[in-house]
T-cell receptor, first 113, second 114 residues
């Protein structure tokens, strides 16, 4: 089976840096995604990691350690519009050759002025 | 180009009735997913279609739930004999089926069972 854990809520200050952690257990890991979801809207893709290391994309970076089953999303120079839920998702082969994508419960990030 | 579309956007139904939710994926995307999201919660995987392969139905919560994907494109999620606990936003996503294969989500259908 699959298990994905991330903190339920976090708060950070505008202009600061925040790190959102995600740990996972899967039977056939094949990539990890981070999505952003504003309240009342659909999730949108932020980043993808399949190899160990850091992927940087503007103010957002994502890190993966496959041996530890661990990822984090790093948000720099926080802006008020970054207030949203951040969803960690894992692509898992499971028992079949096809891969499905399983989501964690999401981390609700609040940015204060 | 056009994104993923879902219909209806909102559906209110009485307990015990059947409902059909529709998803039009992005043209050319071979993978299609259905998820359910209750208020303030994460996405619960329901079912996954990839090309002509047999769908992965491992997330369907009961035999009242079923889904079809006709011609490798449009998908319909059917819930029979709806219950109040079925109330949620039902999200559909499609992906290219290759490469990074990130998902593109539709706006969702908000289902309320009274």
């Amino acid at each position: 089976g699959q298990n994905i854990d991330q903190p339920t809520e976090m708060t950070a200050t505008e202009g600061a840096i925040v790190q959102i952690n995600c740990t996972y257990q899967t039977s056939g890991f094949n990539g990890l995604f981070w999505y952003q979801q504003h309240a009342g809207e659909a999730p949108t893709f932020l980043s993808y990691n399949v190899l160990d290391g850091l992927e940087e994309k503007g103010r957002f970076s994502s890190f993966l350690s496959r041996s530890k089953g661990y990822s984090y999303l790093l948000l720099k120079e926080l802006q008020m519009k970054d207030s949203a839920s951040y969803l960690c998702a894992v692509r898992d082969h499971g028992d079949s050759s096809a891969s499905k994508i399983i989501f964690g419960s999401g981390t609700r990030l609040s940015i204060r002025p | 180009g056009a994104g993923v579309s879902q219909s209806p956007s909102n559906k209110v139904t009485e307990k015990g009735k059947d409902v059909e939710l529709r998803c039009d994926p992005i043209s050319g995307h071979t993978a299609l997913y259905w998820y359910r999201q209750s208020l303030g919660q994460g996405l619960e995987f329901l079912i996954y279609f990839q090309g002509n392969s047999a769908p992965d139905k491992s997330g369907l919560p009961s035999d009242r739930f079923s889904a079809e994907r006709t011609g490798g494109s449009v998908s319909t999620l059917t819930i029979q004999r709806t219950q109040q606990e079925d109330s949620a936003v039902y999200l559909c996503a499609s992906s290219p089926g290759q490469g990074v294969d990130e998902q593109y989500f539709g706006p969702g259908t908000r289902l309320t069972v009274t």
